[in-house]
């Protein structure tokens, strides 16, 4: 089923197909860059790339709602990343990489709004695996209460104990994708939980993150300053502190899957606020099959 509506939007800043799917079609416009130029940056195979050029289509990115599609396919493209039809690319790097995963669990880690979630849920979903999120099981172990309500009721420290409670549990499934908390990097004993699967960080530049954030609001987010000031600058003075104390940390991951360098790849510049989940999906399968296939 398809629709549509205005025309003339400006590049488009990435949208969560979730936020739209049930509503109008989008039609936006994309700059035209050079396709066989990306395309050879993207470190994939030559199967993959022919099958990628089979899939080039005209200018306009079509976002659609179908019954068919799952969240992870929803953007169709017409040029990077609407150039290609992702979703079949990354279906495809999914059947490829899925076998050599053993079974093993995905940690995906990062700082706050890096994406956690909505790429986890995209990447889950083409491997055939579940998507858990940390955060949301403390909520539930702690009945019902919100993480803000926990830092409140009960400080950090309750809140990161509960935190080791749920990744030591999770650390013994299997098949999931699984999206931690951007402080979940820096217990050691976590990371000895997160060993039993594979751990992916999802490195986001701070300005981006800033930005994410600042436009959902700082509510839900309890180590967030709630002092008054411009939301943007306070934000990313303490997301710079946070990431300070933790950058280390993150880098204990076994896959660093960095949004600046698949910007560079895709010729984009620094522009990292249109490279979409699915893409970071697929860059993400990548890194694994370079860990495991090495
Ligand atoms: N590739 C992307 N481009 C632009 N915005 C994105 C992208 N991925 C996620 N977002 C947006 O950033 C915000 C944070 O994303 P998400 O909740 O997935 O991050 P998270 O790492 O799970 O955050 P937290 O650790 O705080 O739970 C959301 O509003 C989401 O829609
Ligand atoms: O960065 C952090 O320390 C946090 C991130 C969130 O996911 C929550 O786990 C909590 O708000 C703490």
């Given at each position: 089923?398809e629709a549509r509506f205005?025309?003339?939007?400006q590049l488009p800043?990435w949208?969560?197909?979730k936020?739209?799917?049930?509503k109008?079609v ?11 130029q990306?395309?050879h940056?993207i ?5 993959l ?16 709602r179908?019954s068919e ?5 929803v ?8 150039l ?8 495809s790097?999914s ?9 093993r ?10 994406g956690?979630?909505?790429v ?13 999120d940390c955060?949301t099981l403390?909520?539930?172990a702690v009945g019902g209460?919100?993480?803000a ?6 400080g950090e420290?309750f809140?990161?104990d509960?935190?080791?409670?749920v990744?030591?549990?999770l650390s ?6 699984i999206s ?8 050691p ?6 060993q039993?699967?594979?751990s992916?960080w999802l490195?986001?530049?701070l ?8 436009a ?8 967030l300053?709630?002092?008054s000031g ?17 950058g280390?940390?993150?880098?204990n ?11 560079a790849?895709l010729?984009?510049d620094?522009d990292?606020c ?10 993400v399968?990548l890194q ?7």
């Amino acid at each position: 089923m398809e629709a549509r509506f205005s025309q003339g939007l400006q590049l488009p800043t990435w949208t969560n197909p979730k936020k739209i799917a049930g509503k109008p079609v989008s039609s936006l416009h994309f700059i035209q860059k050079n396709v066989e130029q990306r395309l050879h940056q993207i470190p994939i195979s030559c199967h993959l790339l022919t099958r990628i050029r089979k899939f080039c289509r005209p200018l306009v990115l079509k976002v659609s709602r179908s019954s068919e599609n799952s969240p992870a396919s929803v953007l169709k493209s017409g040029t990077f990343p609407s150039l290609f039809d992702e979703s079949k690319i990354l279906r495809s790097k999914s059947e490829e990489i899925e076998p050599y995963l053993n079974g093993r669990c995905i940690f995906l880690v990062g700082m706050m709004g890096s994406g956690k979630t909505t790429v986890g849920e995209v990447l889950s979903e083409a491997l055939g695996y579940s998507f858990c999120d940390c955060d949301t099981l403390i909520e539930e172990a702690v009945g019902g209460r919100t993480v803000a309500e926990i830092f409140k009721l009960h400080g950090e420290c309750f809140f990161r104990d509960n935190e080791t409670e749920v990744l030591k549990k999770l650390s013994s499934e299997h098949r999931l994708v699984i999206s931690t908390g951007g402080g979940a990097v820096v217990r050691p004993v976590n990371w000895k939980h997160m060993q039993k699967g594979i751990s992916v960080w999802l490195d986001v530049p701070l300005e981006a993150l800033a930005r994410r954030i600042t436009a959902i609001g700082t509510d839900s987010r309890p180590l967030l300053h709630h002092e008054s000031g411009d939301p943007y600058l306070k934000t990313m003075k303490r997301l710079t502190a946070l990431f300070e104390e933790r950058g280390e940390a993150y880098a204990n991951a076994n896959v660093r899957v960095s949004l600046e360098n698949i910007a560079a790849k895709l010729g984009l510049d620094d522009d990292v606020c249109n490279i979409t989940p699915t893409v970071i999906a697929i860059e993400v399968l990548l890194q694994l099959e370079n860990l495991l296939k090495n």
